[in-house]
T-cell receptor, first 114, second 117 residues
Framework: AQSVTQPDIHITVSEGASLELRCNYS??????LFWYVQSPGQGLQLLLK??????LVQGIKGFEAEFKRSQSSFNLRKPSVHWSDAAEYFC????????????FGSGTRLSIRP | DTAVSQTPKYLVTQMGNDKSIKCEQN?????MYWYKQDSKKFLKIMFS???????INETVPNRFSPKSPDKAHLNLHINSLELGDSAVYFC????????????????FGPGTRLTVL
């Protein structure tokens, strides 16, 4: 079965600074990988996903993520954060064998320092 | 034009009561889900339906019973509510259910915050 770990519970960065949120997964074959964002009081919204092809994936709101099989990682990056990026970020993993089921990580809360 | 809607948004009730949460999607998706998000923001799938058939049923107490009258609706009924049921419940929908379909984007509703006193 697949699993996903987000080692950082809470990260604070200054507005305009770069951002990297870490995600590690466990799965024997090529996983389906996602990053979702949850703004306060809202549901989750997909930022980007990877399931094959180019390992650098571009998403909405200026985010990108890179799939690194050798490190079992799918870290999320943004070159310059905005105050509106403050939210909870969830990495998730799906698998070919698991029908529609995906497993979410425990989330990383991002705070932005003015 | 809300894609996935849930009612109610807030639900406060006493222990032992029975309550329902409703979910509707207008995206034409054939698969719908219920998730529970606890106070630490951990998000766990509870159920998934495809075209009114149950396809995912995690280890959830049988006090929780999902019902899908049609593929656009998935309701969650909870009997004999307990303090530990307090959480935010999210409905979601997506295309597909076959093997490999877990790469499909899931669209989430705004959540229902359930508080059991």
């Amino acid at each position: 079965a697949q699993s996903v770990t987000q080692p950082d519970i809470h990260i604070t960065v200054s507005e305009g600074a770069s951002l990297e949120l870490r995600c590690n997964y466990s799965y024997g074959a090529t996983p389906y990988l996602f990053w979702y964002v949850q703004s306060p009081g809202q549901g989750l919204q997909l930022l980007l996903k990877y399931f094959s092809g180019d390992t650098l994936v571009q998403g909405i709101k200026g985010f990108e993520a890179e799939f690194k099989r050798s490190q079992s990682s799918f870290n999320l990056r943004k070159p310059s954060v905005h105050w509106s990026d403050a939210a909870e970020y969830f990495c998730a993993v799906g698998a070919y064998s698991s029908a529609s089921k995906i497993i979410f990580g425990s989330g990383t809360r991002l705070s932005i320092r003015p | 034009d809300t894609a996935v809607s849930q009612t109610p948004k807030y639900l406060v009730t006493q222990m032992g009561n029975d309550k329902s949460i409703k979910c509707e999607q207008n995206l034409g998706h054939d698969t719908m889900y219920w998730y529970k998000q606890d106070s630490k923001k951990f998000l766990k799938i509870m159920f998934s339906y495809n075209n009114k058939e149950l396809i995912i049923n995690e280890t959830v107490p049988n006090r929780f019973s999902p019902k899908s009258p049609d593929k656009a609706h998935l309701n969650l009924h909870i009997n004999s509510l307990e303090l530990g049921d307090s959480a935010v419940y999210f409905c979601a929908s997506s295309h597909g259910t076959s093997k490999g379909a877990s790469y499909n984007e899931q669209f989430f509703g705004p959540g229902t915050r359930l508080t059991v006193l």
